[in-house]
């Protein structure tokens, strides 16, 4: 599976997909995964990272590829 992935028609990293989900700075994401869900508010694909906005907190985030929707396990 490739590191980066299309989202919305741009060329995502872990790192660049982490920071839109969280609409912010993260220190730290790990490898993108096909989330095994679909989009509620379109169907699309649903694509899902780990990373950590901070040192201490820890957050599985998800985003479609194909719309604005996107969530956290927060
Ligand atoms: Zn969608």
Do not use: F
């Amino acid at each position: 599976m490739p590191a980066n992935r299309v989202v919305q028609g741009r060329m995502v990293t872990p790192h660049s997909l982490a920071e839109l989900i969280e609409d912010d700075d993260v220190m730290e994401a790990e490898t993108i995964e096909d989330a095994d869900r679909e989009c509620p508010d379109c169907g699309g694909d649903v694509v899902s990272v780990g990373y950590m906005p901070s040192v201490t907190e820890y957050v599985t985030g998800y985003k479609c590829q194909e719309c604005d929707w996107r969530e956290t396990d927060r």
